[in-house]
């Protein structure tokens, strides 16, 4: 079992940042592919951004490409996403996911392929 704990969230004004933090632990917990995934009320939770075990790859959603960084620790105990020139359409629950992973550089974008979630961190941007 890996519990996943989101932080960072907020309320910021439009072209602001965030860092939001992800702490995985539990067993095997550097065995794990990362994402992260948000949902805004009224719509369904849509993908974000995604890095490898191996930490060496990372996919985005083309939304975010350019102004969104998803990184993890060495330890691989902590991922971050990094957001910047924040706007109104990216006020949502941010969801961290961590899929079984044999330590390969595969990233993932789809919810079924992530094995637990963590509980969710709003962010909120003001225009």
């Known amino acids: 079992q890996v519990q996943l704990v989101e932080s960072g969230g907020g309320s910021v004004q439009a072209g602001g940042s965030l860092r939001l933090s992800c702490a995985a632990s539990g067993r095997t917990v550097g065995s794990y592919a990362m994402g992260w995934f948000r949902q805004a009320p009224g719509k369904e939770r849509e993908f974000v951004a995604a890095i490898s075990w191996s930490g060496s790859n990372t996919l985005y959603a083309d939304s975010v490409k350019g102004r969104f960084t998803i990184s993890r620790t060495n330890a691989k105990t902590t991922v971050y996403l990094q957001m910047n020139s924040l706007n109104a359409e990216d006020t949502a629950v941010y969801y961290c996911?961590?899929?079984?992973?044999?330590?390969?550089?595969?990233?993932?974008?789809?919810?079924?392929?992530?094995?637990?979630w963590g509980q969710g961190t709003q962010v909120t941007v003001s225009s």
């Open positions: 996911a961590a899929a079984r992973d044999y330590r390969t550089s595969i990233t993932r974008r789809e919810e079924y392929e992530y094995d637990y």
